[in-house]
C-alpha cells in the first residue's frame, strides 16, 4: 500500500472542517469547509494555487432562518457558477433537518454577486456532479420514506442546470428524484454519498453504510436502465465517502470510516491503496478522508476528520485541518 504525504495544513482561522473539491477555470484547487467542527466559523469557499498559496475566496450565502452555511459537495457549471450542496442537517439538529439547500453562487472577483436557489427544503443534500445541462446531487438520507424492510432509504435528485426554487418533500413525491437506495447495513444507516460520471456517461455512487458502489446505466431518453451494485468488497473498503475517476478509469474512494482511500479498477476490482491508524493528519497521514480529487497528476484528499464512533477509527478531532497527497496507479 502507499504512504500518503501532506499537501497542506489549512489556516485555522476560517478552515477547519474540509470536504467537496473541484478544481476552476484557472487550475486552482477550490475546496468547500462546512466548519461542522466550530459553526462560528462561516462556511466558506477557498482557493489553494499551483503554488499551495490559500485564500478564502467566498463565505458562502446563509439562509437567513438559521445564521447558517455548511457547504459540503462542490461542482462548477459551464459558465463558472459554482453549485453548492448546503447541507445545514448534517448535525443532526433538529432545527436544521429539513433546511438543506443546492444553490449556484455567481462569483465575481471573489464577491458573490447572484445567489440562486435550485432546490431548498432537502434533508441531506451531499455530492453534486454535473453533466449535459443537470446536477445529479446525493440525498444521504431521506427518513420520510418508510420502506417496508425498515432500512435507510437515499436517492439522487436530478435537477436543469437553469432550474430555481424547487421545493423538495423529502419524500418519493419529488419529481426530480432519479434513483433511490436501501443501506442493508443496520450498524451503519447512511445512504448516497460520493457520486461520479465515467466517460460513458454511467454514473456511479457510493451507498456509504455498504460500503458499495452502485453503477446507474440510462436509456437514450435520460431514464434510468438500470441500478446495480458494481463494486464491493468488505475487506477492502469499508465505507464510501466522496468519489473520483482518473483518465485510464480507475475510481478513487474516500472510505471515511477506515480512515482509507479504495481505488476500483475498470472491471469492478476494490483494492486498498492506502490507509493510517488514528492520527491527527500533521504529517500527511488519512485523517477521516472525505473526498479525494486528481490535481496535478496527484490524488488530493480532503480529510474532514470530525466524526468518532465504534465503527470509525478516528477518535477526536484536531486543528490545523489538512489535506492530504497520494499517487494515483
Not at 434513483?179 to 445512504?191: K, N, R, S
Not at 476500483?264 to 473526498?291: C, I, Y
Not at 480532503?302 to 477518535?315: E, I, M
Request: net charge negative; proline share 5%; with cysteine.
Amino acid at each position: 500500500m502507499q504512504q500518503s504525504r501532506l499537501f497542506t495544513l489549512l489556516p485555522e482561522d476560517y478552515a477547519v472542517t474540509p470536504d467537496g473539491m473541484a478544481i476552476d477555470r484557472e487550475g486552482n484547487l477550490v475546496l468547500s469547509c462546512p466548519n461542522y467542527a466550530d459553526t462560528t466559523k462561516p462556511g466558506c469557499i477557498i482557493k489553494i494555487d499551483e503554488n499551495k498559496q490559500i485564500t478564502k475566496w467566498i463565505d458562502v450565502p446563509v439562509l437567513a432562518e438559521t445564521g447558517l452555511a455548511l457547504p459540503m459537495g462542490i461542482a462548477f457549471g459551464p459558465d463558472e457558477d459554482l453549485y453548492v450542496c448546503d447541507n445545514q442537517g448534517w448535525s443532526g439538529a433538529p432545527e436544521l433537518i429539513f433546511k438543506g439547500r443546492v444553490l449556484r453562487l455567481r462569483i465575481q472577483d471573489g464577491i458573490v454577486t447572484k445567489t440562486t436557489v435550485v432546490a431548498a427544503g432537502m434533508e441531506h443534500p451531499n455530492g453534486i456532479r454535473i453533466r449535459d445541462g443537470y446536477m445529479y446531487v446525493t440525498q444521504s438520507m431521506l427518513t420520510k420514506v418508510i420502506d417496508s424492510s425498515g432500512l435507510l432509504v437515499s436517492c439522487v435528485y436530478k435537477f436543469a442546470l437553469e432550474e430555481q426554487d424547487i421545493q423538495i418533500t423529502n419524500t418519493l413525491e419529488d419529481k426530480h428524484i432519479l434513483t433511490t437506495f436501501i443501506t442493508l447495513d443496520p450498524a451503519c444507516q447512511y445512504g448516497a454519498d460520493g457520486i461520479e460520471f465515467d466517460p460513458a456517461g454511467n454514473l456511479f455512487v457510493g451507498n456509504f453504510g455498504d460500503g458499495a458502489v452502485h453503477k446507474i446505466s440510462f436509456n437514450s431518453d435520460g431514464s434510468v436502465l438500470a441500478n446495480v451494485v458494481w463494486a464491493k468488497d468488505p475487506t477492502q473498503l469499508q465505507s464510501t465517502d466522496g468519489m473520483i475517476m482518473d483518465d485510464n478509469g480507475n475510481l478513487y474512494i474516500a472510505d471515511f470510516s477506515a480512515n482509507a482511500i479504495a481505488v476500483v479498477s475498470p472491471d469492478g476490482k476494490v483494492r486498498r491503496l492506502a490507509q493510517s491508524p488514528d492520527t491527527d493528519g500533521f504529517h500527511g497521514e488519512l485523517d477521516q478522508p472525505g473526498e479525494p480529487i486528481v490535481y496535478r497528476g496527484k490524488l488530493i484528499v480532503s480529510c474532514f476528520d470530525l466524526v468518532t464512533g465504534p465503527d470509525k477509527v478516528n477518535t477526536a478531532h484536531e486543528i490545523p485541518a489538512t489535506l492530504a497527497e497520494m499517487d494515483l496507479v
